[in-house]
């Protein structure tokens, strides 16, 4: 079992970036394949990013690809995003996410994670 706490939300202008720390505790971090959830108020959760447990396959939602960057410290058991360019829509609740799945592909969907952080808050004001 793993517990994943995320950190570096906040609020920041248009154009701005920002980074979030998905740190997990428990054993074989290396062995989860992880990934990033947004949820915005009124509307689903939605996927944002994931990485594969070796780091060779990465996924991006469209509208990220180009500003968003995820990476894993496997040493430091820590999943990072790296948000550039950040735009009034990407506001929203960042969830880290767990899964024990080692497909080596890209996973979109929430039902395949096991396990989620609590969420932080990412404002993005015009």
């Known amino acids: 079992q793993v517990q994943l706490t995320e950190s570096g939300g906040g609020l920041v202008q248009a154009g701005g970036s920002l980074r979030l720390s998905c740190a997990a505790s428990?054993?074989?971090?290396?062995?989860?394949?992880m990934a990033w959830f947004r949820q915005a108020p009124g509307k689903e959760r939605e996927f944002v990013a994931d990485i594969v447990v070796g780091g060779g396959i990465i996924g991006y939602k469209d509208s990220v690809k180009g500003r968003f960057s995820i990476s894993r410290d496997n040493a430091k058991n820590t999943v990072y995003l790296q948000m550039n360019s950040l735009k009034p829509e990407d506001t929203a609740v960042y969830y880290c996410?767990?899964?024990?799945?080692?497909?080596?592909?890209?996973?979109?969907?929430?039902?395949?994670?096991?396990?989620w952080g609590q969420g932080t808050l990412v404002t993005v004001s015009s």
């Open positions: 428990g054993r074989s971090f290396g062995s989860y394949h």
């Open positions: 996410a767990a899964s024990t799945s080692d497909t080596p592909a890209v996973i979109t969907s929430p039902n395949l994670y096991d396990y």
